[in-house]
């Protein structure tokens, strides 16, 4: 622990990546840090590192094809030990705030106010005061130093605190009213896309996007407005998504990295260009999209052995970034591809996720 005092006096950290597998006939998944451990080889565990190494080799041509050739010195996988198998619930909403995950609400059918804090430099986890609503698969944002939870619950039965928010300093839990009777629009599309919407930030403001509609929501005082109605419902097909910057990235449930930046209010995906080969990635069922040391790390599970049952495998890629066109257009460049492979016999999905130590 001592090393990270040291780093943070000195205004120094580092990004680490993780891996979630959740495997057959578990009840719970399990959520373990990543660190880089390149020689822990205890196999028993389900967390996964991603320890980058040096020299990422890149791509070749052959017979008119470009290929990318295996990443043998880009990430190994390095088993992690684990607290208590049910401190992680599966499939919940978390949210990364430097070196701590908050874990928030329940799974998809399971709905709970509980909230857990798993410590990323110390590897421990703790209680954070629960929420006033128990909820599923609810939305987060971070904003002003307080975590922002959005739905998860009956937008009728629970309006008056349809969003809850967490401050940090103070660690304690605010209500705050969805959106009122002058917005049934708004109500309707939430009723009727209880999880299957983006919530995002945007100096000062959260903004919703549903039903290829966009919506804004002014914490001051309370107020929704339409943004504006967007010409194709992208969004809705956005799987997974990051933040690297003043950047927002997505991946799409057919494959397709996009980009948006926050200039003006309101946010609009575009495709990343220059990754007309990475063909591998359109043959995923799911995704993962996380910002690492400045570049994309997209991960995709091709090795589906049946709807919920799939290999011990995740093929991923590096991507580098490159704004163009005084920031019109966002190109990325393939550093490696590869396959992390797990010692599990399978699993039935994955979840990944970077944090700051």
């Not at 430099?121 to 599923?136: E, G, I, L, Q, Y």
């Not at 967490?166 to 629009?185: C, I, M, N, R, V």
């Amino acid at each position: 622990m001592e090393i990270y005092k040291t780093r943070s006096q000195i205004g120094a950290s580092e990004t680490c990546s993780y891996v979630l597998l959740k495997l057959p006939d578990h009840p719970s998944a399990s959520w373990f840090s990543l660190r880089p451990k390149p020689n822990n080889q205890n196999r028993t565990k389900r967390w996964f590192s991603l320890e980058t190494k040096p020299n990422n080799q890149n791509r070749t041509k052959r017979r008119g094809k470009i290929k990318f050739k295996r990443d043998s010195c880009g990430f190994s996988v390095v088993p992690i030990p684990s607290p208590s198998t049910d401190s992680f619930p599966e499939l919940c909403r978390i949210k990364t705030v430097g070196s701590d995950i908050y874990i928030i609400g329940g799974p998809y059918e399971e709905p709970s106010s509980s909230v857990r804090i798993f410590d990323c430099r110390s590897h421990t986890s703790r209680d954070a005061p629960n929420m006033t609503v128990t909820r599923k698969n609810a939305h987060t944002v971070l904003l002003d130093e307080k975590i922002y939870v959005m739905g998860g619950c009956d937008i009728d039965k629970y309006n008056a605190n349809w969003i809850e928010v967490f401050d940090l300093k103070t660690q304690s839990w605010t209500s705050l009213p969805g959106p009122g009777a002058d917005d049934e629009e708004l109500r309707n599309h939430l009723r009727k896309n209880n999880y299957y919407y983006i919530v995002y930030v945007f100096e000062g403001k959260l903004y919703l996007e549903a039903d290829a509609k966009e919506y804004s929501y002014e914490p001051k005082n309370g107020a929704w407005k339409l943004v504006r109605e967007m010409s194709s419902a992208i969004s809705d097909s956005i799987e997974v998504s990051c933040e690297i910057g003043n950047l927002k990235y997505g991946c799409t449930g057919s494959g397709h990295l996009m980009w948006s930046g926050f200039e003006n209010e309101g946010i609009e995906w575009r495709e990343i260009k220059g990754l007309e080969e990475l063909q591998g990635l359109k043959t995923g069922t799911d995704f993962g999209l996380v910002g690492c040391g400045g570049q994309l790390l997209v991960m995709w599970d091709p090795y589906t052995v049946s709807p919920f049952k799939r290999s011990n495998k995740i093929r991923y890629a590096e991507i580098s970034l490159e704004s163009r066109r005084n920031g019109r257009e966002m190109w990325g460049k393939v550093e490696c591809v590869d396959v992390l492979t797990f010692p599990v016999e399978s699993y039935e999905w994955f979840d990944c996720v970077a944090a700051s130590v």
